[in-house]
């Protein structure tokens, strides 16, 4: 069966294209780089915005458009950021949901808002662990322990 007859591999919203994608991703990172928590953190790893931006286009229409173009492992890239706090969480998804509601129709702002948030959700138990209970160690092949 051809990837496009698939229903897995569908756009999750016909409202969400390309073009979409990168104004959302040029939208946000704008207003990332422009807060005055999360500005600083971001412009400390990164010295070259396009390539970072081409790599979120990708990431987004891996996750939005089942077009499979993101290579990478985020959660991996993440672990390693000591200076990110569980709250920097929230005002990275505060400042998602105004660039999905500026450039997306409703119902595409909200998938990209849904995904959004289960993916900051992810990351926030993959770096700080449960609450309580600690972060998670990673042993051999990347299984929790």
């Not at 970072?52 to 089942?66: E, N, Y």
């Not at 492992?73 to 990275?92: G, I, S, Y």
């Not at 997306?104 to 609450?131: N, Q």
Request: proline share 8%; charged share 25%.
């Amino acid at each position: 069966m051809p990837a496009t007859e698939n229903p897995r591999r569908r756009p999750m919203h016909p409202d969400i294209d390309e073009a979409v994608i990168e104004d959302l991703v040029r939208n946000f990172y704008g207003k990332i780089r422009d807060d005055d928590q999360l500005g600083p953190i971001f412009d400390s790893k990164i010295d070259d915005w396009e390539p970072h931006l081409r790599k979120m286009m990708d990431f987004w229409s891996s996750v939005t458009l089942m077009t499979g173009r993101f290579k990478g492992n985020p959660m991996m890239k993440h672990r390693v950021l000591t200076d990110v706090e569980p709250a920097h969480f929230d005002r990275w998804l505060a400042l998602f949901r105004e660039s999905a509601k500026a450039v997306a129709t409703p119902g595409a702002a909200d998938v990209f808002i849904g995904c959004a948030e289960r993916i900051a959700g992810s990351f926030k138990l993959g770096m700080f662990g449960v609450p309580g209970l600690g972060p998670i160690t990673w042993g051999p092949a990347g299984k929790a322990s």
